[in-house]
């Protein structure tokens, strides 16, 4: 019913920036929050941030002051900003749309399928 598409990982250098993409399609009503998780191996998910429909952000720790989440409640995407980027950034980037459905009050949880983002000279 709802398709997250992400876009935008790959390969760069330590203290370099890329910029995640996240678009959401489907039988959309509304988005709540949205936000941005990442997945090293052998690592459980983590958080990196989140974002409400108002624009009330949340950051994990190790990424306060370098990342930036932002969101386009129109297009119904979110971006991640990375700057100042380290090795252990390294990891799978997943992308979550908590989104009421079309027709059904309900709150429903979806993912992306992932971008993986390597740091690395």
């Known amino acids: 019913q709802v398709q997250l598409v992400e876009s935008g990982g790959g390969l760069v250098q330590p203290g370099g920036s890329l910029r995640l993409s996240c678009a959401a399609s489907?039988?959309?009503?509304?988005?709540?929050?949205m936000g941005w998780y990442r997945q090293a191996p052998g690592k459980q998910r983590e958080l990196v941030a989140a974002?409400?429909?108002?624009?009330?952000?949340n950051y994990a720790d190790s990424v306060k002051g370098r990342f930036t989440i932002s969101r386009d409640n129109a297009k119904n995407t979110v971006y991640l900003q990375m700057n100042s980027l380290k090795p252990e950034d390294t990891a799978v980037y997943y992308c979550n749309a908590v989104v009421v459905i079309l027709g059904d009050k309900g709150l429903y949880d979806y993912w992306g399928q992932g971008t993986q983002v390597t740091v690395s000279s």
């Open positions: 974002i409400t429909s108002g624009g009330r952000t």
């Open positions: 489907g039988s959309i009503f509304s988005i709540n929050a």
